[in-house]
Nanobody
Framework: QVQLVETGGGLVQDGGSLRLSCAAS????????MGWFRQAPGKEREFVAA????????GYADSVKGRFTISRDNARNTVYLQMNSLKPEDTAIYYC???????????????????????WGQGTQVTVSS
């Protein structure tokens, strides 16, 4: 049974920082692509950031470039999302997702069929107050 568990969400003021964690269990994710997505009330789920499990970041959404950083700790089977200079428009539920292959992950991103990704966490709420 594969599980992804996000933690680290909370309430922060405009300009503040948070670090989200996504702990993976059930198998070794050494070859998986990992990503962060978010969904604000009344809006569709959107891509935030992604990375190869054993390599460099794959990319960031334009809205978070320069403010968010995705990273991983292989020993802990954990992916992080460091969020700095947070804005009220960053308020959303943040989800972690994993996919076994780069082709599958990139297809989902290109076509915005995020539900095709293999594994999802339950989400963690991030609220940025103005």
């Amino acid at each position: 049974q594969v599980q992804l568990v996000e933690t680290g969400g909370g309430l922060v003021q405009d300009g503040g920082s948070l670090r989200l964690s996504c702990a993976a269990s059930g198998r070794t994710f050494s070859s998986y692509c990992m990503g962060w997505f978010r969904q604000a009330p009344g809006k569709e789920r959107e891509f935030v950031a992604a990375m190869y499990w054993s390599g460099n970041p794959m990319g960031y959404a334009d809205s978070v470039k320069g403010r968010f950083t995705i990273s991983r700790d292989n020993a802990r089977n954990t992916v992080y999302l460091q969020m700095n200079s947070l804005k009220p428009e960053d308020t959303a539920i943040y989800y972690c997702a994993a996919e076994e292959t780069y082709s599958g992950f990139s297809y989902a991103l290109r076509n915005r069929v995020y539900d095709d990704l293999g594994y999802w966490g339950q989400g963690t709420q991030v609220t940025v107050s103005s």
